[in-house]
C-alpha cells in the first residue's frame, strides 16, 4: 500500500523568506509525485509533478520541489515567500503500472506567510 | 478550456432528504473521481469512473451514496435520505488516460445538512 506523510500540519513563515513544506512518502515501485495548492473556498490546483528525470522540479507561482529517493521525500519550496502563498499544500503519490489512477494524498499542510 | 465545474457550489437541505451533486469534467478526460474533505477526515475519495464506468466505489461510505456517469461530460453523486454528518465540501475532478498527468479539481459543492 501506498502512502503519503505531511509531518507538519502548520508552517508558519515571514514574508520574503524561503519557505519549506515537507512531504515523506512510501510506496513499492517508483512513484509519481504531485503538489497542489488549496485556496480558501476553492478546489486543489495543480502545482507541479516529479515524473522522471532531474530530481528539481519548478511549478507554477515560482515553486519547486525536491525528489530525494534515499530519504523517500518530495518537499515543496520557494525562495521568497509572499502573503498570497498562504493556503492549504496537499502532496501526493501515484504508483505507475499499479493498475490505478487513483491519487493518495497526505492530509495536509496549511501555509501562514505573515507580512 | 474550461475546468471542472460543479453545481451547485452551496446546497442546504434537511436531514432525510435526498441530494444530488453535479460535475461535469473536462473536455478529453478519460477519468473521473468524486472526493469528500472535512476536517476531521480530510480529503477521502469516493469513487471514479473510466469511460463512464466505475472502477473503484471503495470509498463510498453507505449504500445511501451512488454514483452515475451517464455519458463523458456528465457525473452526479447522489445522497438518499441525507444525513447531518453528511456535510461536508465535495469535489470532482477529472484527469487524461495518463499516469503521469494530474487531477484537475472543479470549486466543489459546500454541503450542509441541517
Known amino acids: 500500500a501506498q502512502s503519503v506523510a505531511q509531518p507538519e500540519d502548520q508552517v508558519n513563515v515571514a514574508e520574503g523568506n524561503p519557505l519549506t513544506v515537507k512531504c515523506t512518502y512510501s510506496?513499492?515501485?517508483?512513484?509519481?509525485l504531485f503538489w497542489y495548492v488549496q485556496y480558501p473556498n476553492r478546489g486543489l490546483q495543480f502545482l507541479l509533478k516529479y515524473i522522471t528525470g532531474d530530481n528539481l522540479v519548478k511549478g507554477s507561482y515560482g515553486f519547486e520541489a525536491e525528489f530525494n529517493k534515499s530519504q523517500t521525500s518530495f518537499h515543496l519550496k520557494k525562495p521568497s515567500a509572499l502573503v498570497s502563498d498562504s493556503a492549504l499544500y496537499f502532496c501526493?503519490?501515484?504508483?505507475?503500472?499499479?493498475?490505478?489512477?487513483?491519487?493518495?494524498f497526505g492530509k495536509g499542510t496549511k501555509l501562514s506567510v505573515i507580512p | 478550456d474550461a475546468g471542472v465545474i460543479q453545481s451547485p457550489r452551496h446546497e442546504v437541505t434537511e436531514m432525510g432528504q435526498e441530494v444530488t451533486l453535479r460535475c461535469k469534467p473536462i473536455s478529453g478526460h478519460d477519468y473521473l473521481f468524486w472526493y469528500r474533505q472535512t476536517m476531521m477526515r480530510g480529503l477521502e475519495l469516493l469513487i471514479y469512473?473510466?469511460?463512464?464506468?466505475?472502477?473503484?466505489d471503495s470509498g463510498m461510505p453507505e449504500d445511501r451514496f451512488s454514483a452515475k456517469m451517464p455519458n463523458a461530460s456528465f457525473s452526479t453523486l447522489k445522497i438518499q435520505p441525507s444525513e447531518p454528518r453528511d456535510s461536508a465540501v465535495y469535489f470532482c475532478a477529472s484527469s487524461r488516460n495518463r499516469a503521469n498527468q494530474p487531477q484537475h479539481f472543479g470549486d466543489g459543492t459546500r454541503l450542509s445538512i441541517l
Open positions: 501526493a503519490v501515484r504508483v505507475p503500472g499499479a493498475g490505478s489512477y487513483q491519487l493518495t
Open positions: 510506496v513499492s515501485g517508483n512513484p509519481y
Open positions: 469512473f473510466n469511460n463512464n464506468v466505475p472502477i473503484d
